[in-house]
């Protein structure tokens, strides 16, 4: 007998999800290191990563339906995403987790892919300043 797969997004569900992601925004709208890199009103953004975080779940393609193929290094380029932001957007994410209520291995999981994630959209090293090089 095979067993189905666990598909993460199924797991979540859509309606966490969306609360993870607004509360997490609402985290980064406030941060120092974070909100220079940000638009200032954050709707579209918020929408953009619940359609991704929705594919990168497992879930419907909606992000790539929408926008085409993620490549997210390249989308994140002209933004000076350091090492401490990297971590700073990591942090953020942890406590809208805790938050919302998102615990256990399905957690842990999708915390170890963003850790991969996030560390491969660093593309400046040096000070955490807007316009930084």
């Known amino acids: ?4 797969p666990i598909i993460p997004y199924e797991e979540i ?8 992601v607004d509360t997490f925004y609402g985290k980064v709208a406030r941060h120092p290191m974070l909100y220079p890199i940000f638009p200032d009103d954050l709707t579209e953004t918020t929408r953009k990563q619940k359609q991704f975080l929705t594919q990168f779940l497992g879930g419907p393609n909606l992000y790539s339906e929408e926008h085409g193929h993620p490549m997210l290094r390249a989308r994140h380029m002209p933004f000076p995403i350091t090492y401490d932001r990297a971590q700073a957007w990591l942090e953020c994410m ?9 615990e256990g291995k399905i957690r842990e999981d999708f915390y170890n892919r963003l850790i991969l994630t996030a560390n491969h959209m660093v593309n400046r090293t040096g000070p955490d300043e807007e316009g930084s090089a």
């Open 1 to 4: 007998m095979t067993r189905k």
């Open 13 to 20: 569900g859509p309606e966490l999800l969306s609360d993870l």
């Open 94 to 102: 942890a406590e809208a987790m805790d938050e919302v209520g998102l």
